[in-house]
Each structure stands twice: as structure tokens, then as C-alpha cells.
């Protein structure tokens, strides 16, 4: 059998080169064998694939012993939140059929464990893998039963909870999941709040006829920001194909790295758990720092990756983990990541501070201004790495290896790490209030990295 599709995080790739149902069927029988469990949560995305892997998937968990929940068309935080919500039901994990903002034509998994807790390569997911290589794959004497629910009610007076809703402003937005599953969701919440709301490319669809929703890549922006300025919105929300990230558009329908996101959700969730630890990635950190110790928290960095500030989190308590890639985590969301909590805290926060979304971010965006994450194609990432310590070595920068490479010095900063996803290598810098020299040092670092941007 192909198992190519493993990863370091997650299942992925081709249908049905390197996934199929006889695949998906053996993840099934391997996760019930591994975690000896006894009620597994499962869901899937809009793809057209979706549902025929999530049954044989489902199929698999049963022939193995295990009963299963399948709540249907759903975004991956759903499968977390019944996870870790019905923990003490007696639920041992959960996996999400998903290929997220992968192009069409591919598909995967994601997978937890009890109490919501990622399974990654060195936590279970190589085991599984390990267990259907050796066709290790018992069938129970007594099948488990599957159920089917789709009653999200729980999920929604949850992601309610964190707001007051009563005291939120009137706003107009726009709310584009890019035809991906977060649409739903949209629609259950909207009666519950005081907004208008403006949905496009709301409609699941699987042939996603405006594109794969990834709006990180910059074409994917234009349709969001568009409708920003045609419905003179307040704000405008994006989502990718499982809504496990979301996106933000100011009223002028400019785009919002998220990585000015990590620091405002960290000072509206500070002021309701003040003093509270608080994790970030190493990518981009200045700013961060910055706002968290200014709201009187503990910044705690934790190499990039869901596996890793999932961890960072429980170890330190953290009220939140945030990642520049729009991974937004919350410690009574099983320390899970969200698309749909960071849009309500942010509404929230324009309505306690009477600001808009560019008052909250442009001052920390002057401050702080950084390049955004630049991708390169090279071919031997150990070599550019070591080619770029020792050309900067003779300024004698504060360094950390984390993750990847990070030089600091007065000014500027810089990281560049080796994808854990894909085969590229990716840079980011910042300064100190000097968005001339954050050209100036991408240029210089371009030269070293010597690859092709991707």
C-alpha cells in the first residue's frame, strides 16, 4: 500500500494516487489498535472525495471496535471541539477528513487524541502508519456502531462564550469562506449577533469555483478585499477550506499579516486573564513581545507548528498561542486552534476600544513593519542556512535555532526555517520602525538564499 501521504502532522496528498478508501479504511483499524479506542469523532471538508474516505474511514474505526460519531460536513476545530468537550463521555479522539487549502484533486486527515491532543508523527501517527505497513490491523469480535449527528448547538454557545454578546457594537462585514465549509457556521451564528453581515462564496461547494480558499496566497485576496470596498464594510473575514485559519481586512479592504493579529487577540484575551502566559512562533516576535508584556503578560516562544504551541501551551497554561500563518490557539478551546473565535474577539475589541481595525493594528504595524513570509524553492536548505550564519556572523548577531535560523540584531531581525510541510524555505524579517530597510534586507538575503520564490 502507498503510504506516502504521511507526513510529519497529518495524512495528505493525491486522490487516489496516495490516498484512497482502502488507505482510509486501514487508518481507521490502525488508530482504533494503537489508542485502543473506544469512541472516535469524525468529520470531513466540501471535497468531492470527502465523503467516500470519511465512510470507509468510518468503516475501519467499526471493523476495529470502535463506535463513531460522524458529524458530517463540518471545519476541523468542530472535530476538535467534540474532542475535548465530550472527554468525559467517554471519547478517546477524533479525526478530521480534510485537505484544508490543498489544490482539488487532494485530500487527507487530521488526527487527535483524547482530550483533543494532537497526534503527529512521533505521537501515533507514525505508529499508525507503521501498524498498516505491517498489516497489523486486528478486527474486533464485536463491531462498534456508528452514529450520526449534526446538531452543532453545543459548538456554537461555545464560541459564543467568549464574547459579550450583549455589548458588542453594530458592525457591517463581509465573510468570505471561499466556498470552503466555514459558511455554516456563519449562518448559525449570525441571529446571535448585532451584525450585518455580507456573506460571499458562502456555499460549500468542492469544485471551489473562485479558487482553492487560501487567502494567504495575495491572489486570493482581491474577492474579499473587492467586497470590503463595494459593501463599505467594517471589516472583512476569510477563511481557509477547514476554517482552522482565519484572515483580516480592514475597512479599506487592505489585507492584515497575521502576525499584528498574534499581539491584538493576546491583549483582548489579557485584559480578561491578566498576568496569563502567552506563546508565539520565532518567525516574527518583536511586536508580540512587545504588546503581551505591555498588557502585562508572559510571552513563551515555542517552535512554529500545531504539535509544538499546542504543547507550549499546556506546559506554560497559556490563555492563547498565536502563529504569524493565522493559527489563532485558546486554552478553553482544548488549546486548540480556531477560525471563528479570533473574529469575534476582534469585533469585540473594536467595540470596547471605539476603534476600527487599522487604528487597533497601524501604529504596530509602524512600529514593527516586517516582510511577511517569503517562500523560496532551493535545493539543499542545510547548505543555504549555513551559508547565510557565516555571511552575517562578523556583525555578531543574537542568535537562536529553535526554528531554523534566527539572527537579531539592534534593528532588524530575521528567520528562515525549512518548511515542516512542504519542500521550501521560508523567510521573514522585521525592524525597528524602518519599512525601507526591511526591503533592503530581504534583497540581501534573497541573494544568499540564491532560490526561486515559490
Keep these: 500500500m502507498n503510504l506516502s501521504a504521511f507526513k510529519s502532522y497529518d495524512v495528505r496528498g493525491p486522490v487516489p494516487e496516495a490516498l484512497d478508501t482502502d488507505l482510509a479504511r486501514a487508518i481507521g483499524l490502525a488508530y482504533v489498535a494503537e489508542f485502543k479506542a ?26 476495529g471496535g470502535a463506535d463513531v460519531l460522524d458529524i458530517g460536513l463540518c471545519g476541523t476545530e468542530e472535530v476538535y471541539f467534540a474532542a475535548f468537550s465530550r472527554e468525559a463521555a467517554g471519547v478517546d479522539g477524533g479525526i478530521m477528513v480534510t485537505a484544508s487549502h490543498n489544490p482539488k484533486g487532494h485530500n487527507g486527515m487530521k488526527f487527535v487524541g483524547r482530550g483533543a491532543r494532537p497526534i503527529g508523527r512521533d505521537t501515533g501517527l507514525g505508529a499508525i502508519r507503521a501498524r498498516i505497513e505491517a498489516v497489523d490491523l486486528p478486527l474486533a469480535d464485536t463491531p462498534g456502531v456508528l452514529r450520526h449527528h449534526a446538531d452543532k448547538s453545543d459548538y456554537i454557545a461555545h464560541l459564543l462564550g467568549y464574547v459579550d454578546v450583549a455589548h458588542l457594537p453594530w458592525l457591517k462585514l463581509v465573510a468570505d469562506p471561499g466556498n470552503g465549509c466555514a459558511g455554516p457556521v456563519v449562518e ?23 479558487g482553492v480558499p487560501n487567502p494567504l496566497l495575495p491572489t486570493m485576496r482581491d474577492l474579499t478585499a473587492g467586497a470590503v470596498r463595494a459593501f463599505k464594510a467594517d471589516l472583512g473575514i476569510a477563511w481557509d477550506g477547514d476554517f482552522d485559519r482565519c484572515f483580516f481586512f480592514d475597512e479599506t479592504g487592505r489585507f492584515i499579516e497575521g502576525y499584528y493579529l498574534v499581539g491584538l487577540l493576546a491583549e483582548s484575551l489579557l485584559t480578561k486573564t491578566p498576568g496569563a502566559p502567552v506563546v508565539h512562533d520565532p518567525r516574527l516576535t518583536w511586536n508580540t513581545v512587545a504588546q503581551v508584556e505591555a498588557a502585562g503578560g508572559k510571552p513563551v516562544q515555542s517552535p512554529t507548528g500545531h504539535a509544538f504551541m499546542k504543547q507550549a501551551m499546556r506546559q506554560a497554561d497559556a490563555i492563547y498561542g498565536g502563529e504569524m500563518s493565522a493559527h489563532h490557539y485558546f486554552r478553553e478551546f482544548g488549546y486548540c486552534d ?8 476582534v469585533t469585540e475589541l473594536m467595540g470596547r476600544t471605539g476603534k476600527t481595525l487599522a487604528e487597533l493594528v497601524d501604529a504596530r504595524m509602524a512600529a514593527f513593519p516586517c516582510s511577511g513570509e517569503i517562500n523560496f524553492r532551493v535545493v539543499d536548505t542545510v547548505e543555504v542556512l549555513e551559508r547565510i550564519e557565516a555571511h552575517y556572523a562578523g556583525d555578531h548577531p543574537a542568535i537562536d535555532r529553535m526554528d531554523g535560523f534566527s539572527a537579531a540584531f539592534p534593528d532588524w531581525r530575521f528567520n528562515v526555517r525549512a518548511s515542516n510541510t512542504e519542500p521550501l524555505l521560508r523567510l521573514n524579517v522585521e525592524t525597528r520602525g524602518d519599512p525601507d530597510a526591511v526591503a533592503r534586507h530581504v534583497e540581501t538575503l534573497e541573494a544568499l538564499i540564491g532560490g526561486e520564490r515559490a
Design 338 to 345: 480556531s477560525g471563528m473565535i479570533p473574529w469575534l474577539l
Design 188 to 210: 448559525l451564528l449570525r441571529p446571535h449577533l448585532p451584525f450585518s453581515i455580507e456573506l460571499i462564496n458562502g456555499e460549500p461547494d468542492g469544485d471551489f469555483p473562485n
Design 38 to 63: 473506544r469512541q472516535v469523532v469524525i468529520g470531513r471538508d466540501i471535497r468531492h472525495e470527502s465523503e467516500e474516505l470519511a465512510t470507509a474511514l468510518a468503516e475501519g474505526l467499526v471493523a
